[in-house]
């Protein structure tokens, strides 16, 4: 109920304070928010991916070991 995907639809008297109303869920911009939060997951797990491939090519840089060297090696699951 934080106003992204509900609407609010009623009437207040601004003299008494006093009124009538009811919280709608809205559909279509809930299925934005949803598309938004996938791309920005999406975009998350691939920092995650790149962090986690910088510290493997440095080890292999030090180590002599190319990524075509890599690439045979995972096609021959060592």
Do not use: H
């Not at 009811?22 to 279509?28: A, P, S, V």
């Not at 975009?43 to 060297?69: A, F, L, M």
């Amino acid at each position: 109920m934080n106003g992204v995907c509900v609407r609010w639809k009623g009437r207040i008297d601004l003299d008494k304070l006093d009124g009538i109303g009811c919280l709608e869920f809205d559909e279509e911009r809930a299925m934005i928010e949803n598309r938004m939060l996938q791309e920005q997951i999406e975009r998350y797990n691939d920092r995650i991916r790149e962090y986690q491939d910088k510290p493997r090519t440095y080890r292999n840089q030090e180590r002599g070991v190319t990524d075509s060297d890599l690439d045979v090696k995972r096609r021959l699951n060592y």
